[in-house]
Every structure is written in structure tokens, then in C-alpha cells.
């Protein structure tokens, strides 16, 4: 964890904080993805497991996020995303991170399902309502967020990108 720290965050909770400045493109941290959850080996909320902290990944592959990365915030105008490289996931940072900012992605990249929520990031993109759902946020963001989509997600909703392309003249 040398380039974040965990620290009280005004978004929600305990969030990710750029423990170092940390420049554009420059990978963060790695997803630790070896908690696969399963009907074999499901949650076990005594051990502090909770759907929360489930990414929901390819082929109905689900995995417990570990920390730091369970505690990276929402927001609407986020400094990083996630992609995989090699099998394994990476956070990178969009833009230049200061030391002491918090590390935030969108969670509609890489986004499906029907999960909604009120939105606390209080940037001035903030969307304010929140559906999980990548094909539910606005066109032109859908466009902004294409090349930050993993190649997992690319393939799994293929025939809905390449729809997108065509509503977008692409």
C-alpha cells in the first residue's frame, strides 16, 4: 500500500487517500482477486464479508475486494479506473493524483446490473442518482468512458457496444 493510505473520507466511510503524488496513467495498486465467492464458499458476514465489498466481474465470476481497494469511493468525476492487464487488475490514475487527494473511480465503468443510490462525491459532475448500470449513464459519458472499459467487459457486452457506436455515429 505505499502509494495510498486509508483515512476518514468525506465522500462515505473510510476511503483511499494518494499517500505520494502520483502521475497520470501510473498504476496504483493491484487488485488482490483471490476471494472468489461462491455457493461453495459463500460470504460469511461474521468474518466482515458483505455484498458491498463484491466486484462483479466476467462470466459471473464474483470476488470480495480486500483492502485498500473495498474502500475506493464513488464520484461522478472519478481520478482513476480499472483495467486488467495479464489476468490481473490494476487501479490507474485518469489524471495527475496529489499526495493527500482521495482516489475515486466511477463505479458505472465496467457497471451492469440494477443497483441504485444517492450519490455523496460532491464533485461538480455529480449525477446525484446512480444506477450501475455502464449502458444507463448518459450518452456522451458512456463515450468519454469507452476506452477506460477492461476487455472483459468489452467482450461480455459486445453487442451493446457496438449499439452504442451506431446510435453515436461511430
Known amino acids: 500500500m505505499g502509494n495510498v493510505v486509508l483515512k476518514e473520507s ?8 494518494a499517500a505520494i503524488d502520483i502521475k497520470k496513467g501510473q498504476p496504483i495498486l493491484k487488485i488482490d482477486d483471490t476471494r472468489v465467492v461462491t455457493s461453495e464458499d459463500p460470504l460469511r458476514p461474521e468474518n466482515g464479508e458483505y455484498e458491498r465489498h463484491c466486484d462483479y466481474l466476467a462470466n459471473g465470476k464474483v470476488v470480495l ?18 483495467k486488467s492487464i495479464h489476468g490481473f487488475r490494476y487501479v490507474f490514475a485518469l489524471r495527475e493524483i496529489p499526495a493527500g ?60 457496444v457496438i449499439q452504442l ?3 453515436a455515429g461511430v
Open 10 to 17: 468525506s465522500i462515505n466511510g473510510t476511503g483511499v487517500f
Open 101 to 160: 487527494v482521495e482516489v475515486t473511480y466511477d463505479y458505472c465503468i465496467n457497471g451492469f446490473g440494477d443497483v441504485a443510490w444517492e450519490c455523496n462525491c460532491g464533485s461538480e459532475r455529480c449525477r446525484h442518482a446512480i444506477h450501475s448500470d455502464f449502458f444507463h449513464l448518459p450518452l456522451d459519458l458512456q463515450l468519454e468512458y469507452l476506452p477506460l472499459l477492461d476487455d472483459w467487459y468489452l467482450e461480455e457486452y459486445e453487442e451493446k
Open 65 to 82: 475486494m480486500q483492502v485498500p481497494e473495498r474502500h475506493i469511493n464513488h464520484s461522478c468525476d472519478p481520478n482513476t479506473f480499472v
Open 165 to 167: 457506436l451506431k446510435t
